[in-house]
């Protein structure tokens, strides 16, 4: 399985994890944020930066997830009303943070709170199947400069 994270150029070397606090882990549970599609991971970063820094030098990490590799799931249906809001971040941590502690697989998959019929996909770097999580691939990327923009 192919998943794409999009990140700026100076951290496309390697797969890195901050243990910033983020929807589905607390602070210091690194784990690093993916998307099923490139057009996700660049909605995903359109929102979280809020349309700041978008014009700075920016790559796509093509990562290969072997199809062998266990990859667990919250179904959005066993999520409650509003989860996808901002202010609805305490309802997801407990269950990415449960996912982290278990350590039963490297890779979570997860409903994207701007598009729930798509998919984040989760990686536990401390989990030992993340080494054979690869980057496959870099391309540039830049973001359209119609995004966040007054101009049509």
């Known amino acids: 399985m192919l998943i794409y994270r999009i990140c700026l150029a100076r951290y496309a070397d390697d797969l890195f994890a901050s243990g910033y606090r983020a ?3 607390y602070k210091d549970q690194f784990v690093i944020y ?29 990562i290969d997830v072997p199809d062998d590799l266990l990859v667990e799931e919250i179904p959005v249906a066993e999520l409650p ?3 996808e809001r901002a202010s609805r ?3 997801c941590q407990p269950l ?9 697989s490297a890779v979570l998959r997860v409903p994207s709170s ?16 993340f080494k054979r ?5 870099r391309e540039e990327f830049r973001f359209d400069p ?5 101009e049509v």
């Not at 993916?34 to 014009?55: D, F, I, K, P």
């Not at 999580?133 to 691939?137: L, M, N, P, Y």
């Not at 119609?146 to 007054?150: F, T, W, Y």
């Open 81 to 83: 009303e509003q989860w």
């Open 96 to 104: 990415g943070s449960a996912w982290y502690e278990r350590r039963t």
């Open 23 to 25: 929807r589905w882990n």
């Open 133 to 137: 999580i690869r980057i496959v691939g």
């Open 34 to 62: 993916t998307a099923a599609s490139r057009a996700l991971a660049c909605l995903e970063n359109v929102v979280h930066r809020s349309g700041e820094g978008l014009t700075e030098h920016f790559r796509v990490l093509i």
């Open 114 to 129: 701007i598009v729930p019929q798509e998919h984040n996909y989760i990686l536990h770097s401390r989990h030992p199947d």
């Open 146 to 150: 119609r995004i966040k923009s007054d």
């Open 89 to 91: 971040y305490a309802v």
